[in-house]
């Protein structure tokens, strides 16, 4: 079997020893500008400070699962085609609008307005 080690109270450990930072030397502002135009030269295209592209929130959050007869899903992306719409979400809701309107709904005209507006 093995023997377990363990510490005693005489038993020291330095622990400056191990907390040490790298003795690595941080680059100077000459060896940055020397490693930037070999990379230049190179047309190496730099990870850093690259900004990300900001996209515009889409104002489709809320996902509602519905089951649709066989053939629906391609009819729909059909529809969005013929008509221009940008996207299948945006041609249901100018069908839910062309509904409200043919059955003179009103007072749901309104809340389809402001639904839109924000």
Do not use: C, W
Request: no cysteine.
């Amino acid at each position: 079997m093995r023997e377990t080690k363990s510490f005693t109270e005489d038993d020291s450990i330095d622990l400056e020893e191990l907390t040490k930072a790298s003795s690595k030397p941080k680059p100077t502002e000459h060896d940055i500008d020397v490693v930037m135009a070999v990379a230049q030269k190179s047309s190496f295209s730099s990870r850093g400070d690259n900004k990300r592209k900001v996209r515009k929130r889409s104002p489709y959050v809320i996902q509602k699962n519905i089951k649709m007869r066989i053939g629906m899903p391609e009819l729909l992306a059909d529809v969005t085609t013929a008509v221009g719409s940008g996207s299948d979400q945006e041609t249901l809701e100018r069908a839910i609008l062309a509904l409200i309107e043919k059955e003179n709904l009103d007072d749901i005209k309104v809340t389809y307005q402001k639904l839109i507006a924000s």
